[in-house]
């Protein structure tokens, strides 16, 4: 749809839609950073959809990718069943119909939409809370054992104040300390119950597998360790860096340096 010289005379940089009734004005401006101009396409709507507060947007169309939860797909089934589409034969009928590519990028999607309809879950719509921040899935067991110690801990620092002698307060501090322990214990096996079902799932649905393991990655950067002008290795990320920067650096070349010949003269 750009109709104007993107560079010099020459129409290069291109913008491709099935829609063009949707754009209004397309403009093309030089910038002082390149040769290339700067096109700019104005539609005649927001694409962007409206939001509903902090907890996220309008609820998707509910036939669209959009509404599709494709980390828990089956990707198994829905591989199988487009491997048994014609593709052939769908784009035979459309050439025959006098189609220019559009109809069958129309179908194809409309195709993959439907496998998809059928073989992924819909996506839960959060619910903004009452109290206002992020809602989090909830760990039962967890809660009722916090719930416990803290009550152990409003005895224990009540009979500490009236009656510190108490033989009590041992008791107490001995079943908070093992309260500490089962709420350590709750936490690892919801840990365990998440890595094993990502575990389960990394065949059939490899994305939640790569999600999860990135998740809870520990690994900061994958460069490195570097040597230095003397050969010896570097780790600290600063001294990296200024390693990295020294060594790009060292390619570049200042246009405005007289000694540097003008490679355009001899051009045609």
């Not at 487009?82 to 050439?95: K, Y």
């Not at 709750?186 to 990502?198: Q, T």
Request: glycine content about 4%; overall charge positive.
């Amino acid at each position: 749809i750009v109709d104007k010289p993107t560079r010099n005379q020459n129409t290069l940089d291109l913008v491709l839609t099935n829609c063009p009734h949707y754009v209004n004005s397309i403009t093309s401006e030089g910038v002082p950073i390149s040769d290339h101009n700067l096109v700019t396409v104005t539609l005649g709507f927001d694409w962007r959809e409206p939001t509903l507060g902090r907890m996220g947007a309008t609820p998707p169309d509910p036939h669209s990718f959009a509404s599709l939860n494709c980390f828990e797909g089956d990707f198994e089934q829905i591989n199988s069943r487009l491997g048994e589409v014609n593709w052939q034969l769908l784009f035979d009928v459309c050439v025959e119909s006098g189609d220019d590519g559009a109809m069958f990028m129309e179908l194809m999607r409309l195709t993959c939409l439907q496998l998809a309809l059928h073989h992924c879950p819909k996506k839960r719509i959060p619910i903004k809370p009452e109290s206002g921040g992020k809602r989090r899935p909830i760990n039962r067991q967890k809660q009722i054992l916090k719930r416990k110690k803290r009550k152990l801990k409003a005895r224990l620092r009540a009979l500490q104040v009236h009656e510190p002698e108490s033989p009590v307060i041992q008791e107490l501090t001995d079943s908070i300390s093992l309260l500490n322990i089962d709420i350590r214990d709750a936490i690892n096996l919801e840990y365990n119950r998440k890595e094993l079902k990502a575990v389960a799932t990394v065949k059939k649905n490899p994305r939640f597998f790569f999600s999860y393991a990135k998740k809870h990655s520990k690994l900061r950067s994958n460069v490195g360790p570097l040597k230095d002008e003397t050969g010896n290795l570097q780790t600290n990320p600063k001294t990296m860096a200024d390693i990295l920067r020294h060594q790009y650096s060292s390619v570049f070349t200042d246009p405005a340096n007289p000694e540097i010949r003008d490679t355009t003269l001899n051009l045609p």
